[in-house]
C-alpha cells in the first residue's frame, strides 16, 4: 500500500472498525502516524456518524461493585466487562452524564470527572471540577448533567443544572474542556421534571423533559441547550401525542424521540422526529401496553437491527428486547454470563476520539 496515495489509504482506512486500526498502527510509523492524527480521527468519527456503524450497549449494573457492560449489537446477549477509569479505586457510585462521538463523561462523587473512550481505553480524569463547582446548595438538591460536543469551536462541554427543592435556587454550570474553564448562570426558567435524566446530544444540543417555571405546573415539554450560543430553547412535541405524558427523551439512529404514555389505558408510543427541529416531522414508531411489564413509565428505544426492522427497546423492569416493527412481536434478550440486573444502558459509538487535544494536561490508558 506504500505506492497509494495517502488520501486513498485514509479513505480506505476511515471505513475499518477501531480495533483493527488499533492494530494498524504497528504496521509502520506511516500507518501509526496517519491513524492517530487529528485528521484521520475526524475523518473516521464522520464515517460512523454517517453509516451509523460500530455501536455498542454500554449498560452499569445494580449491583455494589459497580461494574460496566459493553454489549455489540450483533450480539446483545454476549456481555464484556469494561475498565473504566473509577473502578480500580473501589470508592463511591459512578455514573455515566453522557456519551458524544465515542466518549464516555463518567462521575464519581469522591473523586470527580473523567472523559473516557471504552474502545481506546483512554481517559483523561477531571477530579476537581464539580468539587470546584460545589455550593451550599448541592446539599439538599437535584442535578442533571449533559455532555456534548460544539462544533463551531471543535470543543466538548460539560453541562450541569442544579435544581433545589427546599429553596428557590436553580443554578447551570457550563464546562469547556477545551479551555478548561467554566461559568455559572442563574438564568433558567424551567423545572426538569426527571431526577434520572441526563441530556441527550444530538444536533449540537443537550434535551431534557422540563416544564417552565419552579413547580411541576402545566404539560411537560422538550427543553434543548444549544452549545454554541449557550442559549435555552424550547422543541416542540408532536401534534398527534394529546392526553400523553412524556416520561423520556433519546436519541435513535440520528433523531430525537420521545416516549408519550397515558393514565388511562396500559400504552406507551414511541415518537421520532424525523427532521430536527420540524413538528411535522415527528412519526409514530411504535406503541405497545404493559404486556411484559408492569410500568411503561420508562421505555427507552436505541437502535435498530441491520435490516432496520426491529427496534431494540429497554424497559423499566431492567428488561432489554428486540420490538419487531412488522408485527410487533417482543422478543426478551437474555444476557448470558452475567446474573445481575442492570439499571440503565447508553448507546456508544466505536470511535478514535480522545481529548487528548483539547487539555495541556496528559491523557491516561486504563
Known sequence: MSSLPLDLISDILSRLPVKPLLRFRCVSKRFCSLIDSQDFVKLHLNQAIETNSGL?????????????????????DNPVEIEYPFKKYNRGHTS??????????????????????????KFKLFPQFWSDCYTDYMTNNFHFDGFGYDASTDDYKLVRIIQSYKVDYLEVIIYSLKADTWRRTREFPYYILDDRCNGVFIAGALHWLAARGSVR??????????????????????????????????????????????????????????????QQSWSKLCSFSKMLHETCYYTEAFAFSKDGDKALIYQH???????????????????????QSFWDAFICMGSLASIDAYTTVGVDTV
Open 217 to 278: 405546573t402545566g404539560q411537560n415539554m422538550i427543553l434543548a441547550f444549544d452549545l454554541k450560543s449557550e442559549k435555552f430553547y424550547e422543541v416542540q412535541q408532536p401534534h398527534g401525542m394529546k392526553g400523553g405524558f412524556c416520561s423520556q427523551v433519546g436519541v435513535l439512529r440520528g433523531c430525537l424521540w420521545i416516549n408519550s404514555y397515558y393514565h388511562d389505558e396500559p400504552r406507551c408510543d414511541i415518537w421520532v422526529m424525523k427532521e430536527y427541529g420540524s
Open 96 to 121: 455515566v452524564i453522557g456519551c458524544c462521538h465515542g466518549l464516555l463523561a463518567m462521575f464519581n462523587r469522591r473523586l470527580g470527572m473523567s472523559v473516557f473512550n471504552p474502545t481506546t481505553k
Open 56 to 76: 455498542s450497549l454500554i449498560v452499569p449494573t445494580l449491583t455494589s461493585d459497580n461494574k460496566f457492560f459493553s454489549l455489540e449489537l450483533d450480539s446483545v
Open 317 to 339: 423492569s431492567r428488561c432489554l428486547h428486540w420490538y419487531n416493527l412488522k408485527d410487533h412481536k417482543q422478543d426478551v434478550i437474555e444476557i448470558h454470563n452475567e446474573n
